[in-house]
């Protein structure tokens, strides 16, 4: 399958709390990467975090990465209202020629001023 | 980065035609990616756009309904063909140097009736 499991499907927090999404993946990779989409938009790149690194940040997001559990997490910590938008998870396979990523479902996140 | 123009940014088609989606970007890149998004869903790749060779198709798209041209480093089209409503979606040019960050044009939304 192309695609990885994330969740929750969708999150709907106030302004200033924290927002944790999840994502599993099914395949060895190179790398997993995060993407913020807005509403009818293009996807945007947030973070990447390759396969021998555990946790990094950059700003108020932060993401861990268990391949061992091939599962990833990614916090937005003291959320404001523009962060609401969909966000998904990509995985660069290992071997990969090509460099596809593949990308999970997405957690739609609402933050409420 | 790259800045990325997607043509058009939306269209209605009659079922059994044909739409050809243009992606034109500002620098020259070596990776260049065809998704779709169904409503509410992730981004399924549909192919990579290979410069001057066929591209190359993931599991379940095949080249007559989705042909797929790369003329040179910084265009390229995707035609989605004899269309049906099933195809309703936003398609999603993207592009990168690496598999590390990818870009992604506004996308097309795409509305077959």
């Known amino acids: 399958s192309q695609q990885g499991e994330e969740d929750p499907q969708a999150l709907s927090i106030q302004e200033g709390e924290n927002a944790t999404m999840n994502c599993s993946y099914k395949t060895s990779i190179n790398n997993l990467q995060w993407y913020r989409q807005n509403s009818g938009r293009g996807l945007v790149h947030l973070i990447l975090?390759?396969?021998?690194?555990r946790e990094k940040h950059s700003g108020r997001l932060r993401v861990t990465l268990d391949t061992s559990k091939k599962s990833s997490s990614l916090l937005i910590t003291a959320s404001r209202a523009a962060d609401t938008a969909s966000y998904f998870c990509a995985t660069a396979d290992r071997g990969s020629t090509l460099g596809r990523l593949y990308f999970g479902r997405g957690t739609q996140l609402t933050v409420w001023p | 980065s790259a800045v990325i123009s997607q043509k058009p940014s939306r269209d209605i088609c009659q079922r059994g035609t044909s739409l050809t989606i243009q992606c034109q970007v500002d620098s020259q890149v070596t990776m260049m990616f065809w998704y779709r998004q169904q409503p509410g869903q992730s981004l399924t790749l549909i192919a990579t756009a290979n410069q001057g060779s066929e591209a190359t198709y993931e599991s379940g798209f095949v080249i007559d309904k989705f042909p797929i041209s790369r003329p040179n480093l910084t265009f390229s089209t995707l035609t989605v063909s004899n269309m049906s409503p099933e195809d309703s979606s936003i398609y999603l040019c993207?592009?990168?140097?690496?598999?590390?960050?990818?870009?992604f044009g506004s996308g097309t939304q795409l509305s077959v009736l």
């Open positions: 993207s592009v990168g140097q690496t598999n590390e960050k990818l870009f």
């Open positions: 975090i390759r396969s021998n690194e």
